[in-house]
Structure formats: structure tokens, C-alpha cells
């Protein structure tokens, strides 16, 4: 093991040990407002620096999120300081992600013709690690605007085939954009984790990945057919297929499922075993064996590009527990049903 490679892991395991615990999210479902959620995190938890110059009670929920969400970028980039080559490199598909978040949002916003809150809400903080500006980025008021801006990026050719004139932009297929964008991503991901020098660094990784991109299928299965009830062409045509990922489960038996229940028991059945409870979002069960996966990659890895993967894996899984809480909160959600979304 090389010294940053050593670095990386003894970093992260202490930075994993000031990670919220179970007291810490019995305690924050129990809070009657979000100025109450933000002075726990603020006086009780590894949040403080963060949050040390937030007035609790003046804070919007857009900018408690953006804080949160620095949060997470800077223990990510307190890894990548020590970080090879090699783990750069995962570092920067993962901004990837976030791009496309960014771009998606963008979109969404040409189509409702809605663009004040979605601005407030732009994360600067990552204005110097992203592939185009993001102040350029909140003035886009059009979707010719938006292809000029990403002209020289590695989004355009896909935006390019979804062009629309301006003044057009309700026509735009949000669905369609979102599918191709994200099937990029995935091809980065994977490529990215073939070009890592251990074969069973590679293996455990794609082992991940398979994962993720096999709940990203099975989840838009499930909803096209009970949402939308498309027929089984139409729900295959919807599926990412991406060079070198094999499924790990028989994606048409889940398309041949007749009705929710049937996929329901399907996917208890099948390799990931998917445990659902009556009421849970089909997103849930998948994130729950995302986060035990995750976990398990992090405690008994030796190599640091793994250990820093499964690392954002969780504390992904943590900024969304708070989300859910918040929003809960916000919402007047009863504090047993916000505890039964969130997973740690």
C-alpha cells in the first residue's frame, strides 16, 4: 500500500467515525422546526463548521440543503488531496454526477418557464471544480443558451440530439434527456473503474456499479409499469444499456411481472432480495442494500480508490437522510414516519 493510498483510508475511517448515529437521527426527527434541526447539527455534530455562521431562525430550507451538500464536497476534497492519478479520477466522474444534476435542473426549468428559486439554490461552492460556470449557468434562459454553454464539454453531442428552437422548450423530453445523460455517466463510471490497476480492485467495483445501474433499470421498470402502465416495448426501450455492464438479474422476467404485487414478490425473490414493506417507495429497499453494501466495501477494503467510493456512498446516504428529515419537519410529518425513511 502506497503512503497516500494509506493516507486516504486512515482518513476516511476518522472522518466516517464523526458520521451521525442512530441518537443523532432519534434526536433530529424529534425537532418541531428546521431552525431547531439546524441548531442540533450546528452545536452537537460534525456539521458546526459548516454551519457556524448560520442564524438559525433566518435560514432558508434551499440554503440549508446547499450547506449540506458543501459538507459533503469538502470531506470529499479532503481526500483527494492526497489523492494518485487514479483516484483523481474517480473523484472527477463523480463531479460528473453532480453536473448532470445541474443540467437536469436547468432543463426542468426551460420547461416550466420557472427560473428564481432554482438560481438561489446553485451550489457556488463547486464554481472552480465544475466543467463550465455556473454563474453562466443561472443566467441560461433558453435551450440554445444551454447548448452554447456546454458547447465544449462532453454533454453536448448527447443535449445536441434533443435541440429545440427557442420558444420551444415545453416540447422538450425531459425523460429522454435525463436517460441519455445518465447512461453517459454510467460509461465514464465504468471506464474509469477498468482503467484502475488491480483486478480485484476492478472486480469489487464493477460489482458496485452493475448494482447501481441494475436498481436505476429495476426502479423505472417498476414505475413505468405501475404509474404509467407502458407497455413492455416502451418500458424496454426506457432501460439504459451500457458497455460493459451485464446485468446481474433477468431484467425482462421483472417486465413480464403482470401488476405491483407481482414485482413486488419478484423482487424479493431475485439476487439483491429486495425487501419492501407495504407502504416503503420501491427506491428505498434498493438504497438500503446500496448503504450495507457500501458499508461493508469500507470496512474491509484495503485499497483507498474503494474505501473512497463506498465512503460518498454513504455520506450520500446521510445527506439524504437529513433531507428527509427536514422536509418531514417542514411538512408536519409525524416523527415515526420520517424515522422509517431514513437508512443508516
Known amino acids: 500500500m502506497s503512503k497516500a493510498s494509506g493516507a486516504i483510508i486512515a ?22 422546526s428546521v431552525a431547531e434541526v439546524v441548531s442540533y447539527l450546528k452545536n452537537e455534530t460534525n456539521y458546526r463548521d459548516i ?20 459538507e459533503l464536497f469538502q470531506r470529499q476534497l479532503a481526500l483527494y488531496r492526497y489523492a494518485d492519478a487514479s483516484l483523481k ?29 432554482g438560481i438561489a439554490d446553485l451550489p457556488f461552492f463547486l464554481k472552480d471544480y465544475l466543467n463550465f460556470s455556473l454563474v453562466d449557468l443561472g443566467k441560461v434562459r433558453s435551450y440554445e443558451e444551454l447548448l452554447a454553454l456546454l458547447a465544449k464539454t462532453h454533454y453536448a453531442s448527447i443535449l445536441m440530439k434533443h435541440r429545440c428552437q427557442r420558444g420551444e422548450e415545453l416540447k422538450l423530453n425531459y425523460a429522454h434527456i435525463e436517460h441519455d445523460l445518465m447512461q453517459l455517466y454510467y460509461e465514464r463510471m465504468l471506464a474509469s473503474i477498468q482503467r484502475q490497476k488491480s483486478k480485484k480492485v476492478r472486480k469489487q467495483l464493477q460489482e458496485l456499479a452493475t448494482a447501481l445501474l441494475d436498481f436505476d433499470n429495476l426502479t423505472k421498470i417498476y414505475r413505468l409499469k405501475k404509474y404509467f402502465h407502458l407497455s413492455d416495448d416502451l418500458v424496454r426501450s426506457s432501460l439504459m444499456e451500457v458497455q460493459g455492464y451485464h446485468s446481474k438479474v433477468p431484467l425482462e422476467e421483472m417486465i413480464a411481472c403482470s401488476d405491483e404485487q407481482a414485482m413486488r414478490k419478484w423482487l424479493h425473490t431475485c439476487k439483491y432480495h429486495v425487501e419492501l414493506q407495504e ?18 466495501l469500507f470496512q474491509y477494503s484495503l485499497d483507498a480508490y474503494t474505501v473512497y467510493s463506498s465512503y460518498h456512498l454513504m455520506m450520500r446516504q446521510e445527506l439524504e437522510n437529513l433531507i428527509h428529515i427536514i422536509e418531514g419537519i417542514r411538512y408536519q410529518v409525524p416523527c415515526e414516519e420520517i424515522e422509517k425513511q431514513l437508512i443508516y
Open 51 to 70: 454551519l457556524k455562521d448560520v442564524r438559525e431562525n433566518n435560514i432558508h430550507r434551499g440554503q440549508l440543503e446547499v450547506l449540506l451538500r458543501e
Open 11 to 32: 482518513k476516511a475511517k476518522a472522518m466516517h467515525g464523526a458520521n451521525l448515529k442512530e441518537a443523532d437521527y432519534l434526536e433530529l426527527v424529534r425537532k418541531h
Open 279 to 296: 407502504h416503503d417507495y420501491i427506491e428505498q429497499g434498493f438504497e438500503k442494500i446500496r448503504y450495507k453494501e457500501a458499508g461493508k
Open 89 to 117: 479520477d474517480v473523484f472527477h466522474v463523480q463531479l460528473e454526477e453532480v453536473e448532470i444534476e445541474l443540467i437536469l435542473n436547468c432543463v426542468r426549468m426551460l420547461i416550466s418557464d420557472s427560473f428564481a428559486e
